[in-house]
């Protein structure tokens, strides 16, 4: 049904022409319809002489009504009118008058009756682009609001809604810029940079604003905006206005001034056009298009400002999850330092006042006579016992920052842990240099959680733990070939090494099915220390 619609339109658009072709083209056209009318009535006369055949000249102006406008149309009735007049001159004796009045009167309905389809025909056709726009917009706007929503990079997102706006939409310059921290000087508009103790005081510095080109398109290469090229503010520019009103701004490109005229010259643009993209109340970046032609569809700007809200979204998404990772990294880092300061303070304060108190009492003992056995015997077991207290503050210790990872490294470290595990551990470890104190501390309470779950629950006779760095990439896998069925959601350990590998910048994953064992995964980018 849907197609059968779609044909009838098709034909009524080609019969009846949204567009005219040049009017000489429709004059040439009539003046030939009117000698072939002429012709083709004469010889009907010779087979049926008492016809007048009036509606054949109907014809040319029937055709030239729905091809071309009104008044061509009227006057190819009237000319139609005059060679049937010629025709009933010639060829009748009875008067001429009543037929060239019934013949302009059926000329003119035809006429108006075929304007007003031909008016809906264009209205049709109007209609028809304006809805395949939209459609296209909104396909477009569904492809970058994919990517928003599964939390893509920003600058795939800005390559995507250039390559909408160039290829889907049609424009023929766009680009994607984000402005530098400015101020403008409201005498002068000229933006100029602020260092922080000048954005405090309201002190303006001499630097020019400047601003980045994050993603470009051009239907012409030589011209295209290369992402990370920078431009300066200032002058009789697209951006420039967009960055001093926060508001969309067009400008005549040909009178434009500034860094960008120099950037496109030769580019043809007649027209630039820009929308702000808006984060969190300030004015971040913009979309810029220009086009060749002096004017735009009036309502391209709706549309830039759609792929401009999307744009911020992203933009703002992807500050949010920095600020999140940051967060935890201070978190985690303020926690590792308060480890660190407690296991330093109980190796020098307390450890080493029960080593001098045992080393003591040892003294003490040795000058005890020989039958005081009773109170050398005390001695004994206070000595016994403060060497216990001081190994179980050790283990404390260790528990808490362990010192060998400071002092060797994570390889070193990884070996004592699988050392002391109840479960046999098959350690294998490539770590040429020593990396980011955040990324060994992580890597190492991940093995340590690991283990010490594994040998709580998962009833594992072997455990095999493996710490490569490639590529620039630590991988560590801990494996077990226990029941399986881990659950992080059950308990805080997992969930606390989630975070702990996220502040690091690093991503944990999970295989653990029920009856096959469990395998933990972690990768963080790894500089070295």
Not at 46 to 65: K, Q, T, Y
Not at 184 to 192: L, Q, S, T
């Amino acid at each position: 049904m849907t197609t059968s619609v779609a044909r009838k339109e098709r034909l009524v658009t080609l019969v009846l022409r949204p567009s005219s072709p040049p009017v000489a083209c429709g004059i040439a056209l009539a003046a030939a319809l009117v000698l072939v009318e002429i012709v083709v009535v004469l010889m009907l006369k010779r087979i049926a002489p008492e016809n007048a055949f009036g509606a054949v000249f109907l014809f040319g102006v029937l055709v030239v009504s729905a091809g071309w406008g009104f008044r061509l149309s009227i006057a190819t009735s009237i000319a139609s009118a005059a060679a049937y007049a010629y025709i009933h001159v010639i060829e009748s004796s009875e008067s001429l008058v009543p037929a060239v009045v019934v013949f302009l009167a059926l000329a003119l309905l035809t006429n108006t009756l075929v304007g007003q389809s031909r008016l809906r025909a264009v209205e049709s056709a109007r209609q028809n682009r304006r809805a395949t726009a939209l459609a296209r917009q909104q396909a477009s706007l569904r492809r970058v609001a994919t990517l928003v929503a599964s939390r893509a990079e920003p600058d795939e997102v800005y390559a995507a809604v250039t390559a909408e706006l160039a290829g889907g939409l049609g424009i023929e310059h766009v680009s994607v810029v984000h402005f530098d921290p400015v101020h403008f000087d409201p005498v002068h508009f000229e933006p100029v940079h602020l260092d922080p103790v000048q954005a405090r005081s309201g002190l303006d510095s001499s630097t020019p604003g400047t601003y980045v080109v994050l993603a470009g398109r051009d239907t012409t290469e030589g011209h295209r905006l290369t992402p990370g090229e920078r431009l300066t503010l200032g002058g009789h520019n697209v951006c420039t206005a967009v960055a001093a009103t926060g508001r969309p701004a067009t400008i005549d490109f040909t009178t434009a001034t500034g860094d960008i005229v120099d950037r496109l010259q030769g580019r043809g643009i007649a027209l630039g056009l820009g929308v702000p993209i808006s984060v969190d109340g300030r004015i971040w970046g913009a979309i810029v298009v220009g086009s060749t032609e002096s004017s735009v569809e009036p309502d391209l700007q709706d549309r830039l400002t759609d792929f401009a809200d999307l744009l911020a979204t992203a933009v703002y998404n992807s500050e949010t999850r920095e600020e999140l990772t940051r967060s935890r990294a201070r978190v985690v880092t303020a926690a590792d330092q308060a480890r660190r300061s407690i296991e330093r303070d109980l190796h020098d304060g307390a450890q080493q006042r029960i080593v001098s108190l045992g080393m003591e009492l040892r003294t003490a003992q040795a000058v005890v006579p020989e039958d005081l056995r009773e109170l050398r015997q005390s001695l004994d077991r206070s000595v016994d016992t403060l060497a216990q207290i001081h190994s179980d503050l050790r283990e404390l210790s260790r528990g808490i920052h362990p010192a060998i990872l400071s002092r060797g490294g994570l390889a070193p470290a990884l070996k004592t842990l699988a050392r002391r595990s109840p479960v046999p551990v098959s350690l294998t470890t490539d770590i040429p240099v020593r990396l980011d104190d955040s990324i060994e501390v992580a890597a190492y309470y991940v093995v340590a959680e690991s283990l010490t779950n594994t040998a709580k629950y998962a009833g594992a006779s072997h455990v095999q733990v493996t710490a490569v760095v490639t590529d620039g990439d630590l991988t560590l896998t801990v494996a077990d070939d226990g029941r399986g069925g881990a659950d992080p959601t059950l308990g805080s350990g997992l969930i606390g090494l989630h975070d702990r590998v996220a502040a690091a910048g690093g991503r944990l994953a999970l295989h653990s099915p029920p009856g096959a064992g469990t395998s933990l995964t972690v990768t963080i980018a790894a500089p070295t220390g």
